[in-house]
């Protein structure tokens, strides 16, 4: 829960601080609509990595199986893309707050919140157990 707490803090603090040092993204508001919209980019970055897997899932399935020689790949090279996607939708549903003008600033916007999410994600604290 807490690193769940500090995600969506330093999110929001890259929403107000980090975003709009890259050219073609502008942020309007305060801290607590920079905690929405930390909260929505969260929630839409979830839906966004759905729709994307249930898209796959079909192609995959409707082609038995031969689609994957392309889908992993696409998978591999362009993980990173949706987050971007996510931004630019945020972007589109809350435009008095945010403006994003253009897929170069909204890949780098993504890319420093992936890094956000890989810092409090809880993989690089892992710790060994020792038995007892």
Same mark, same amino acid.
């Given at each position: 829960?807490? &690193?769940?707490?500090? &995600?969506?803090?330093?999110? %929001? ?20 609509? +920079? ?9 839409? =970055? ?13 192609? %995959? =399935? ?27 939708? =945020?972007?589109?549903?809350?435009? +008095? ?31 060994? &157990? &020792?038995?007892?």
């Amino acid at each position: 829960m807490t &690193r769940l707490l500090v &995600r969506i803090l330093l999110s %929001a603090l890259a929403f107000m601080y980090i975003l709009p040092m890259i050219g073609g993204i502008t942020f309007h508001g305060g801290f607590v609509s +920079a905690i929405g919209m930390a909260v929505f980019f969260g929630i839409m =970055v979830w839906l966004v990595d759905i729709v994307a897997v249930a898209l796959s899932a079909m192609v %995959a =399935v409707g082609t038995l199986g031969t689609a994957l020689f392309w889908l992993i790949p696409v998978w591999l090279l362009g993980f990173w893309l949706l987050p971007a996607v996510a931004l630019k939708l =945020v972007s589109d549903f809350m435009p +008095a707050y945010l403006t994003v003008s253009g897929w170069i600033p909204a890949i780098l916007g993504s890319l420093v919140l992936m890094l956000v999410g890989l810092v409090t994600s809880g993989s690089m604290y892992n710790t060994v &157990r &020792r038995p007892a």
